[in-house]
């Protein structure tokens, strides 16, 4: 079986009009909401993405 990850980024650069604040935000995994496991044989580095199912993130960057 083989597993294939859905990801979807928002990147919003000069967020609220500041030319120094960056906002990315979005969903890795979408249509996973289990935690992935590998099939006997496989490798298992390859699933270390999957291990949380669908998940949400937000990150900001600022310079000052």
């Keep these: 079986m083989r597993w294939v990850g859905h990801d979807i980024v928002f990147n ?3 967020a609220f009009g500041f030319e120094w ?3 990315t935000g979005g969903i890795l995994n979408i249509g996973n909401e ?3 496991r590998p099939d006997q044989g496989e490798d298992q ?3 270390l993405d999957s291990m949380l199912g669908r998940t949400l993130f ?3 960057k600022f310079s000052l």
């Design 21 to 23: 604040f960056e906002l």
């Design 34 to 36: 289990g935690q992935s």
């Design 45 to 47: 580095v390859l699933y």
């Design 58 to 60: 937000l990150t900001t």
């Design 12 to 14: 919003w650069e000069k």
